[in-house]
């Protein structure tokens, strides 16, 4: 909005941020957790906190300098990531992040601060920080992450945070947007799995909530489970929704920034030598925009309704609300690429899709056009390892509908084999034209 008042507080707030800094030679780095106004806490005692704490403060940092364009802001961040990327030894040189006590190894903090720093890389010019962050990016994934979701919260450990999910959905947003990663296969398996699977939904396993008098902030009261339904979970593991008996905050937002990250990044427009494209990565229901017009930078009217059967069924519907160049639809993981059909209703029959990799296109889409893309959703095992152990995992397309051996409190994917046997559930559309 260009407000002065929002200007000035973010030009404070970055001011004393800079000023607070350690400067260490030709690098800058925030060495503890806290700063009490006038130094800083000697916590940890006797060393640097890990530099994903203060590195997180990379991302919002890129993300203002974009807006204020100042020099002494660019300069400042080339020292912060400096520390990171060379003076430090807490990433070593294929990307492992280093273990340690409590939230050391914190993997969530840790790829929040490698997307600022993939974010810089990629507007700074600097190509060598995009293939340090997408070093991490792959360890990350091969290492502590399962193909249907499971993100340990540090480097060693059991517990997936749903802020986890949601920093892996970002490193990869921003590596694609640097053009050395596509992550939306990744991306749509691990939320409509294990995301999905951390909200809290039905709470029936949690005990009687009755009130104790007097209130206190240490003891169960009436309510609880009804402020909790819809949260999503920042202690489940591998198999079971419940990993700790406390619960934790932050995963209510992670999981909320997870969703509404993929929700941003479902779809997008490019240029191509047929036109504009549609391009399309991730297959929810949704209407999609058009292709935003000046003066205006993201409001347009809508260019298609997008209908789709999947997790139960390999068929999507695309209703043109205008004419569309060229448009392509990212088929999920685990989709038959061989036998693909295409029906269009200004045209008889149905004849095999157009594919390019894992997108089915379509050319020259009349306004008023439905396209119908049909793909056989293949049903395999894998074995996944998370925290040391294997788990046997049972797909249709990129749904898991059986994980083995189950968690003992509150298994994930209980329900997922009837549910992903029936047909798609009739519903109404949710704008109403």
């Known amino acids: 909005t260009e407000s002065a008042e929002a200007r000035h507080l973010l030009d404070r ?93 914190h993997l969530h903090g840790t790829m929040d601060m490698v997307t600022g720093i993939a974010e810089f890389g990629r507007l700074a010019g600097r190509p060598d920080l995009v293939a340090w962050a997408k070093r991490v990016y792959d360890w990350i994934g091969r290492t502590h992450t399962t193909r249907y979701g499971w993100v ?28 050395v990663a596509d992550p939306f296969g990744e991306i749509d398996r691990h ?48 198999n079971d929704l419940i990993g700790n008996d406390d619960i934790e905050g932050c995963g209510a937002g992670g999981g909320v920034q997870g969703l509404k990250l993929a929700w941003d990044a479902q779809s997008e427009w490019r240029t191509t030598n047929e036109g504009d494209e549609l391009r399309v990565h991730l297959l929810f229901n949704r209407a999609l925009r058009g292709k935003p017009q000046p003066p205006f ?13 999947l997790p139960y069924a390999g068929r999507v519907l695309v209703e043109a609300r205008q004419d569309i160049n060229r448009l392509a639809l990212r088929l999920p993981d685990g989709s038959d690429l061989r036998h693909v059909g295409l029906r269009r209703s200004l045209h008889r029959g149905t004849i095999p899709a157009a594919l390019e990799g894992q997108y089915a296109v379509v050319s020259k889409v009349a306004s008023g056009e439905v396209i119908e893309i049909l793909f056989p959703l293949q049903l395999c095992e894998t074995v996944e390892r998370a925290a040391g152990k294997d788990y046997l995992v049972k797909w249709k397309g990129s749904s898991v509908f059986s994980l083995s051996p189950a968690g003992q409190r509150v298994p994930l994917y209980s329900d997922r084999d009837t549910a992903l046997s029936s047909s798609a559930p009739m519903s109404q559309p949710r704008y109403p034209w």
């Not at 997936?160 to 970002?170: V, Y």
């Not at 396993?205 to 609880?224: C, K």
């Open 297 to 309: 930078t993201s409001a347009a009217p809508v260019a298609a309704q997008l209908w789709s059967e």
């Open 191 to 238: 939320l409509r799995n294990q995301l999905l699977e951390n909200q809290f939904v039905d709470v029936s396993f949690m005990a009687s909530q009755q009130s104790h008098q007097p209130r206190t902030d240490r003891q169960v009261y009436s309510g609880l489970d009804r402020m909790i339904r819809g949260t999503f979970q920042c202690w489940g593991t591998a």
């Open 13 to 105: 707030q970055v001011d004393g941020l800079m000023r607070i800094a350690d400067l260490r030679g030709d690098s800058a780095c925030f060495p503890k957790y806290e700063f009490d106004g006038k130094s800083y806490v000697n916590d940890p005692a006797g060393k640097d906190a890990p530099i994903w704490y203060g590195g997180r403060l990379i991302l919002p940092l890129v993300e203002y300098w974009q807006i204020s364009r100042r020099e002494d802001v660019k300069t400042f961040l080339e020292r912060l990531v400096r520390h990171c990327t060379a003076s430090s030894s807490f990433i070593k040189p294929d990307g492992e992040v280093e273990r340690g006590e409590g939230w050391w190894g």
């Open 152 to 179: 340990a919260d540090v480097s060693g450990g059991r517990i997936c945070e749903s802020c986890g999910i949601a920093s892996r959905f970002r490193l990869g947003l921003a590596l694609y947007r640097a053009g």
